[in-house]
């Protein structure tokens, strides 16, 4: 009796890289890395999702669009029928040459989203931008969902959210200088997990407790305990949600009162500060920003407020801000007021201080910027402009020709009539799903590539089943400094094929097929990329060297130069930020100019429109957080036992205060319904202190798996909940972080959950 014979092969996804056990056709388990010394458990979860029930194993089709064509039936409440790929190929092709003769290419959204492969040729996003583009163009989205008001406002006054990044301290100097991080909206290590492009080996949790060993210390300002790791032993500021800028404001009033800002600083790198010295001190608007103005705003003492300014005199300070924050109304403001802060103690640009531009949020943020850029998978240049803010898509669809104001212009939305989507998962990242849902219904025509019969291959009418990252040869290389094989290491199950087969049938379809793959499978693609990368960084070994070097090596080291940040500080005039002024913009004439109400010319306390202190919250009176979660990356792989592992009798976990919940009677492993005007979901509760009263966090990503379409979701996703409108007429950002809601035990039967289960 033979012996099935397994062995080890290297893989990487986003959240570090791993040894998969395989025979050549199945996972039986992936181990980390023992390159990464604090590595992440996320990915050991996916083999449990290659084979699940769910996995989509031959192309399917709706009922309804079968039988009726492009604009019939309805999307999330009908059946499916498997084709043969031989009918979906020609289905998708005919419609694209449909839309696009009828309608021209703007009517095609090309929705994706950059988490779907961390490999530099299997990258979705690549994939179909590229296949798009030679169909003739396509409608794109702007900024993404996790940083677009930072983007957008970076952009206006500092030079770039590109510039930020470059400049933001790193945990080796904070260490070494001894600095002080106040970190508005945290610092959760659970965020490090993962990264673009991958990660070779996780270091920056590992680097932020080297700092604290150094002398660094840490105050998080935040609604919740956690959200910075135990061996920090972080000062906890317990703020109200959307409350930071009013926090900030009375900070810079305390230094500035005291005579300790740091004029010529101000004066030589920024504009616009006698403007803003004016607002803070309430010459404008007849309210100085105290630290008891802000105590009754933010629900912090005073003395706490006063005490932690007083603590940035005469010591190099970092002013971090979480990507939480500017997911909320006004979410331009606390990036802005955090490097108004900078700039008023004059640690902007130094060393270890300054402003820690979304500092922790990411693995490489926090960790030493290399110039190493390895080769990726070409685009194509693209026919048309059209496009839209990343958030806006719910809007776009619903309103067509409706106008939108957005970075100082005027838009209109595009009457889309296809939408085409590989990679990311709009039913996990946007808001107000039902809204969404209600939207999604307005195309004649929805095609998605999936792995697993999830949320968006539900509300689909065209599904072509895609291979995972496993299932392929790919090479990642990751902004943490390492470039990783990624070895294929199962067999795709029943007739699953690569997202690159995919677009490589259908552009032979449509007329350009030969521009597409330049007459390259996708092993031959692969080769040819890690060729050009080594072009670039000779010192890398080859692929067979990479192999046998365990799958991981270093990347090259490529100096970048002096940060711009630093560089301006050095010599504004050799030196100039890319703002009208060359300089740090406090007062913008600029953003000022475009008289937006929700966005002033100068960081400004807006309260946001739901809040714990606004009227709505007599009928909702506990404020939403929704944040990455711990066992997943978004939504990916939701399905796998790693995730699900989580969960409390299937739902995702609640987090609620001890006396949030004894009010409503609600103990510990309880399933409860949290609900609001927008919708209802279940969740299973976790009681104890570790969050402010009056807040609960229900993380993103456990799949939409709603009982009726439009009714109870099941499973626990934060997106029903979510508010849809822009951060403000600037960014136009996503807005989910200022959700009020309610919580009440679920005395009912539980329904079941389905979203694992097959089409």
Not at 360 to 373: D, K, V
Request: hydrophobic share 40%.
């Amino acid at each position: 009796m033979s012996r099935t014979r397994f062995r080890l092969v290297p893989t990487a996804g986003h959240f570090g890289t791993y040894l998969a056990e395989t025979d050549g056709t199945v996972v039986r388990s992936l181990t980390p890395n023992p390159i990464d010394d604090d590595p992440s458990p996320i990915g050991t979860g996916v083999p449990s999702t290659l084979r699940a029930r769910s996995r989509l194993t031959e192309p399917m089709v709706r009922r309804g669009y079968l039988e009726g064509g492009p604009g019939t039936g309805i999307r999330g409440d009908d059946s499916y029928v498997p084709v043969s790929w031989q009918t979906a190929l020609t289905l998708v092709a005919r419609e694209i040459d449909r839309v696009r003769t009828n309608y021209g290419n703007s009517a095609i959204y090309g929705g994706s989203y950059g988490w779907g492969s961390a490999g530099r040729f299997h990258h979705p996003q690549s994939q179909i931008h590229r296949f798009l583009n030679l169909a003739g163009g396509y409608t794109a989205s702007v900024e993404s969902y996790s940083s677009a008001a930072m983007q957008v406002i970076l952009r206006r006054v500092a030079g770039g959210y590109g510039a930020a990044l470059e400049s933001n301290p790193t945990w080796s100097e904070i260490g070494e200088h001894r600095s002080l991080v106040i970190a508005f909206g945290g610092l959760a290590a659970r965020n490090s997990q993962v990264n673009g492009g991958g990660i070779g080996a996780h270091t920056n949790v590992i680097e932020q407790r080297r700092a604290r060993a150094a002398g660094a210390e840490f105050v998080v300002l935040s609604p919740q305990r956690s959200d910075s790791d135990t061996s920090l032993d972080a000062q906890w500021l317990p703020i109200v949600p959307g409350t930071d800028v009013a926090v900030m404001l009375a900070i810079a009033h305390t230094i500035v009162e005291a005579g300790r800002h740091d004029r010529e600083f101000l004066a030589r790198c920024t504009v616009g500060w006698d403007r803003f010295e004016q607002y803070l001190f309430g010459r404008t608007d007849g309210t100085p920003k105290s630290a008891e103005w802000a105590s009754a705003i933010a629900g912090i003492d005073a003395g706490a407020i006063r005490d932690l300014a007083r603590r940035t005199f005469g010591r190099r300070t970092v002013f971090a801000t979480s990507y939480s924050l500017q997911r909320a109304d006004h979410g331009e403001q606390p990036p802005w007021m955090a490097l108004t802060l900078a700039a008023i103690t004059g640690d902007l640009g130094l060393p270890g201080g300054g402003f820690g531009c979304a500092l922790g949020a990411l693995h490489q943020l926090g960790m030493p910027t290399n110039g190493f850029r390895p080769a990726a998978f070409d685009q194509s240049a693209r026919p048309i402009d059209d496009f839209i803010p990343v958030a806006r898509i719910a809007d776009m669809l619903s309103t067509p020709g409706g106008e939108f104001d957005y970075d100082g212009s005027r838009y209109r939305y595009p009457d889309i009539r296809m939408v085409y989507w590989a990679g990311g998962n709009p039913f996990h990242h946007h808001q107000d799903l039902n809204k969404l849902v209600a939207a999604w219904q307005k195309p004649d025509t929805v095609v998605v590539h999936e792995h697993f019969a999830n949320a968006l291959a539900r509300h689909a009418d065209i599904v072509l089943p895609a291979a995972t990252w496993l299932e392929r040869n790919d090479f990642a290389a990751g902004a943490d400094g390492h470039v990783s094989a990624i070895v294929k290491a199962a067999e795709p199950p029943g007739d699953v094929r690569t997202d690159y087969e995919i677009f490589s049938a259908l552009s032979d379809r449509l007329g350009f097929g030969e521009e597409f793959t330049e007459n390259r499978t996708a092993d031959e693609w692969v080769a040819e990329l890690y060729r050009r990368t080594r072009e670039r960084a000779p010192e890398l070994p080859t692929w067979a060297g990479l192999l046998e070097a365990g799958g991981v090596v270093p990347a090259p080291v490529i100096e970048t130069g002096v940060a711009p940040y630093r560089a301006l500080r050095a010599d504004p005039a050799a030196h100039p930020l890319a703002t009208p002024s060359g300089l740090f913009e406090i007062y913008s004439p600029t953003v000022a100019s475009f008289d937006y109400d929700d966005c002033p010319g100068h960081p400004t306390w807006l309260p946001p429109t739901e809040w714990l202190h606004a009227d709505i919250a007599a009928r909702f009176p506990l404020h939403l957080v929704s944040g990455q979660p711990e066992r997943r990356l978004h939504s990916q792989f939701d399905n796998g036992d790693h995730s699900r592992a989580g969960k409390i009798e299937g739902r995702e976990p609640i987090l609620l205060n001890a006396f949030d919940a004894a009010s409503r009677s609600i103990a510990d492993g309880d399933i409860v319904r949290v609900f609001n005007d927008r919708g209802q979901c279940l969740a299973g509760a976790v009681v104890g202190e570790d969050i402010r009263p009056g807040v609960v966090r229900l993380s993103t990503g456990a799949w939409f798996d709603p009982v009726v379409p439009g009714g109870l979701d099941a499973h626990g996703n934060p997106n029903v909940l979510t508010p849809d409108h822009g951060t403000s007429r600037l960014a136009q950002g996503p807005s989910a972080h200022s959700a009020l809601v309610q919580v009440e035990r679920f005395s009912d039967a539980v329904p079941p959950i389905t979203a694992f289960e097959p089409l």
